[in-house]
């Protein structure tokens, strides 16, 4: 067969697109914590406008609660750490495209402390206001909403343990994890935000 009549190889199909199943998943994830930490902002709002307009005898109340004296200063270094943890979050997705381990691990390594701080400050206030659970509704609503909190920060930290093990154990440019932790971070910050203004600012 001759040359003029050899034929002609078609070029490769383009590579699939990634699906990122993870990070829509996480995504989703989100979108429903999102739904139930506003659903429980929700209630705390609305019972504590019930509590303020008529008390518990019917008298105007000025403050919510009336017996607990909460510690502004620990609620605020947990703002102030979930937020800083996102910045090292967003660290380990830059160093990971990269292709740079060292400072891929070292951004994961500060992030889990700083998961730590957040729960040792939350245990904190806990230890400082003992609130009663059965006092009322407001000890129940309290630790259901902090403890919610606190459990979307455990998972946090399960989450970047996970990622680190799986982005430092020879899949480094896989970077979808680490795109994912960092949309969790930052998912877990801005709720965390909406629960401090409501339930540690304006009471």
Not at 29 to 57: D, F, H, K, P
Not at 99 to 111: P, Q
Not at 166 to 180: N, V, W
Request: glycine share 8%.
């Amino acid at each position: 067969m001759s040359a003029a009549t050899a034929p002609v190889a078609l070029p490769p199909a383009a590579a699939p697109a990634p699906k990122r199943q993870l990070f829509i998943g996480t995504a989703l994830a989100c979108v429903a914590g999102t739904m139930l930490v506003g659903g429980m902002l929700a209630i705390w709002v609305l019972l504590r406008e019930r509590y303020l307009t008529t008390g518990l005898n019917g008298e105007v109340i000025d403050r919510f609660p009336i017996g607990y004296v909460i510690h502004e200063v620990a609620s605020n270094v947990m703002l102030m750490t979930i937020w800083g943890l996102c910045l090292f979050a967003q660290w380990a997705v830059y160093a990971g495209n990269r292709g740079d381990r060292a400072h891929t691990g070292l951004a994961l390594g500060v992030s889990a402390v700083f998961a730590l701080a957040f729960i040792n400050a939350q245990a904190f206030v806990w230890s400082q206001m003992e609130v009663e659970i059965a006092d009322e509704y407001y000890g129940a609503l309290f630790y259901a909403m902090t403890g919610t909190m606190l459990a979307i920060v455990v998972a946090g930290l399960v989450y970047t343990v996970v990622a680190a093990f799986r982005a430092l154990g020879g899949r480094l440019q896989e970077t979808e994890i680490l795109s994912a932790h960092a949309l969790y971070w930052y998912w877990a910050a801005a709720a965390y935000s909406a629960v401090w203004f409501v339930v540690y600012v304006t009471k």
